[in-house]
């Protein structure tokens, strides 16, 4: 069975750092695209960071030059660097993979994307 977990989550000050991690188990076939999402309470699913397996990445622009996206060599795992970080961060986020390779077509396309984790909460007060 194929499946996503998150961890890394937690709650941090304003300026803060956290690491998040996806770890995918039960796949037999390389998802091209990792992405991680984030939700905030009342508002829409939103695009965070995507990275293909040649590993170009994609970034939106509220967290470009704060957030790093990155995987292991063997793409079991992929990874959210997340450094001065700010309340309008503070969300549930999410990972997902898919076989596609559009990578910012996804990012702004949460409905289409194939597999997803249940999500890691991250909370930065000020």
């Known amino acids: 069975q194929q499946r996503l977990e998150e961890s890394g989550g937690g709650s941090v000050q304003s300026g803060g750092s956290l690491r998040l991690a996806c770890t995918l188990s039960?796949?037999?076939?390389?998802?091209?695209?990792m992405l991680w999402f984030r939700q905030a309470p009342g508002k829409k699913r939103e695009g965070v960071a995507a990275?293909?397996?040649?590993?170009?990445?994609t970034y939106v622009d509220s967290v470009k030059g704060r957030f790093t996206i990155s995987h292991d060599s063997a793409e079991k795992t992929f990874f959210l660097q997340m450094n001065n970080l700010k309340p309008e961060d503070t969300a549930m986020y999410y990972c997902?993979?898919?076989?596609?390779?559009?990578?910012?077509?996804?990012?702004?396309?949460?409905?289409?994307?194939?597999?997803w984790g249940l999500g890691t909460q991250v909370t930065v007060s000020s």
């Open positions: 997902a993979v898919d076989s596609r390779m559009d990578r910012w077509w996804l990012l702004q396309s949460p409905d289409n994307v194939a597999d």
């Open positions: 990275i293909g397996v040649d590993g170009d990445t």
């Open positions: 039960g796949y037999t076939y390389r998802p091209y695209c």
